[in-house]
């Protein structure tokens, strides 16, 4: 049998079966705290006053990013028309950063409403962007239920964040 080391998915692992079962408020919420503090290290590209893109530190592929509101809110419904806008206009530059930084052959894009529709994180309404390449899919979820990331996130983050350097984080 072979072994794919990735030591960083323990921290995913520990997270998940402490918040099993809770109802995340902004104390606890991992968007919230990514507002505060070193956006480097919380892997936040861009954030302005309504909205903000972050890479996901435990990505379904290379590039995978989240946008969300920077208000703590759980429902699409519950935003604000300013908060929408700021949104929908964050996915679309994402989409065109992405295209150029990494050139990705597709995209996957949604949102997941609520813990049984696979919300990780119901108290908090995101959108995930998933680039996708030709080839990325492979065996190894199949057999291995083993996802492989081909680059790290600070690596990731580095080669993303020229691209939104015209923009001014809080």
């Known amino acids: 049998m072979k072994q794919l080391y990735a030591p960083w998915r323990m921290e995913y692992i520990k997270e998940c079966s402490k918040q099993k079962g809770?109802?995340?408020d902004a104390g606890h919420c991992f968007i919230c705290q990514s507002q505060k503090g070193d956006p480097v290290k919380n892997l936040v590209l861009y954030t302005d006053s309504y909205a903000l893109v972050m890479m996901n530190r435990y990505p379904y592929n290379n590039g995978h990013l989240m946008v969300a509101p920077c208000r703590h809110i759980g429902a699409i419904e519950k935003l604000k028309p300013d908060e929408y806008a700021a949104l929908f206009k964050l996915i679309q530059e994402s989409v065109k950063i992405l295209k150029k930084a990494l050139r990705p052959d597709g995209f996957?894009?949604?949102?997941?409403l609520g813990r049984y529709?696979?919300?990780g994180l119901p108290s908090h309404f995101h959108i995930h962007i998933?680039?996708?390449w030709i080839g990325d899919v492979n065996f190894f979820p199949l057999l291995a239920q083993t996802k492989v990331i081909c680059e790290s996130l600070s690596t990731t983050y580095?080669?993303?964040k020229p691209f939104f350097k015209n923009r001014c984080l809080k």
Do not use: D, F, W
């Open 22 to 24: 809770k109802v995340t």
């Open 108 to 112: 996957n894009i949604g949102a997941n």
């Open 117 to 119: 529709a696979g919300a």
């Open 130 to 132: 998933v680039p996708r």
């Open 158 to 160: 580095q080669r993303l």
